[in-house]
């Protein structure tokens, strides 16, 4: 592998979309978005609903995640996303079901998962008045 590469893992729940070395990555973090290059600093964070970026080689693949979790170390970053689809796949039929499956959620949710699950209400509801 060389010095300027990691490897890169794409997970959901049904498949792994990718898997293998990258030049740099760019994250929807719950905090904001993070751009990863290879001897990243290791880091564990929940990730928002956005879209990823992936660099390799000069070319760039885009990625929407509904949310998920991602793992970073100095030659790894492994992302588990809930949903991931190929940004030019996105359309608002797909996030309103995702906002619909999210306020179904919130009815039922316990107080600290209420303010987790409003965020990511408000995450999607900004993408979708986006499309």
């Not at 990625?63 to 991931?84: H, M």
């Not at 796949?89 to 179904?104: C, D, F, Y």
């Not at 107080?111 to 993408?127: A, E, G, P, Y």
Request: overall charge negative.
């Amino acid at each position: 592998m060389a010095e300027d590469r990691f490897n890169f893992e794409l997970v959901t729940p049904e498949k792994v979309l990718i898997s293998g070395e990258i030049d740099s990555v760019c994250i929807p973090g719950v905090e904001g978005d993070m751009t990863i290059f290879a001897n990243h600093s290791a880091l564990a964070t929940a990730i928002r609903p956005g879209y990823l970026e992936v660099k390799d080689s000069g070319k760039s693949e885009i990625y929407f995640l509904a949310g998920g979790f991602v793992e970073i170390s100095q030659k790894e970053v492994i992302l588990l996303a809930e949903k991931a689809t190929l940004g030019s796949e996105v359309s608002v039929e797909i996030i309103a079901e995702l906002i619909e499956k999210t306020e179904r959620s919130l009815k039922h949710a316990l107080d600290l998962q209420k303010c987790v699950l409003s965020k990511k209400l408000n995450d999607l509801t900004s993408i979708k008045d986006q499309l």
